[in-house]
Structure formats: C-alpha cells, structure tokens
C-alpha cells in the first residue's frame, strides 16, 4: 500500500474557509462594511494573493451570508472593486 502515497508537506485546513485567503477576504470586506464606503479599489499589488486569485476568494465570500446583499465585488480592466450594495441588493449607485 506505501507506493499509493507520498509525504505531503502543504498546509492542512481543517475547513475549506480556514485558508489564508479566505481569511484575509472576510477581514478585507469586514473593513469596508465596517467604513461604511460606498466603493473601494483593492491595491492587489500590496496583498500576498495574485489578483485572478484575490478576486475570485472576494467574489466567494461576497456570496456568504455575512456580506450578501451588502458587498458587490467587480473586475475592471486590472482592478478589483468593491462596491456598496443599496436596499433590497442593488448596487449602492
């Protein structure tokens, strides 16, 4: 049975939301709810995540229940936006 594994010398997560980026996306969008800003550009060259990587982890925990209905995350040419969503949803425009 030894030839059907290998030593594995990556990080384990007890959770699937228990990554670095995970965390680092929940504190991101917490900090701009918590500001109250109606839009925000994400300075991708500052974080540890490369930016097709970043927007996908803010675009998943855009969709939990925490930030639903409040955060919209948006890709514009190289940047990543965050936008403020209105009542019922809408973009906060």
């Given at each position: 049975?030894?030839?059907?594994?290998?030593?594995?010398e990556?990080?384990?997560?007890?959770?699937?939301?228990?990554?670095?980026?995970?965390?680092?996306?929940?504190?991101?969008?917490?900090?701009?709810?918590?500001?109250?800003?109606?839009?925000?550009?994400?300075?991708?060259?500052?974080?540890?995540?490369?930016?097709?990587?970043?927007?996908?982890?803010?675009?998943n925990?855009?969709?939990?229940?925490?930030?639903?209905?409040?955060?919209?995350?948006?890709?514009?040419?190289?940047?990543?936006?965050?936008?403020?969503k209105?009542?019922?949803?809408?973009?906060?425009?």
């Amino acid at each position: 049975m030894d030839r059907f594994l290998h030593v594995y010398e990556g990080p384990e997560y007890t959770t699937r939301n228990g990554t670095d980026l995970s965390e680092f996306c929940n504190r991101l969008l917490s900090s701009f709810v918590k500001y109250d800003a109606q839009r925000a550009s994400v300075k991708v060259a500052d974080t540890p995540f490369g930016f097709d990587e970043l927007y996908r982890g803010l675009w998943n925990a855009c969709c939990n229940k925490k930030f639903s209905g409040r955060v919209r995350v948006h890709k514009q040419g190289q940047m990543i936006l965050l936008v403020k969503k209105g009542r019922g949803g809408r973009d906060g425009r």
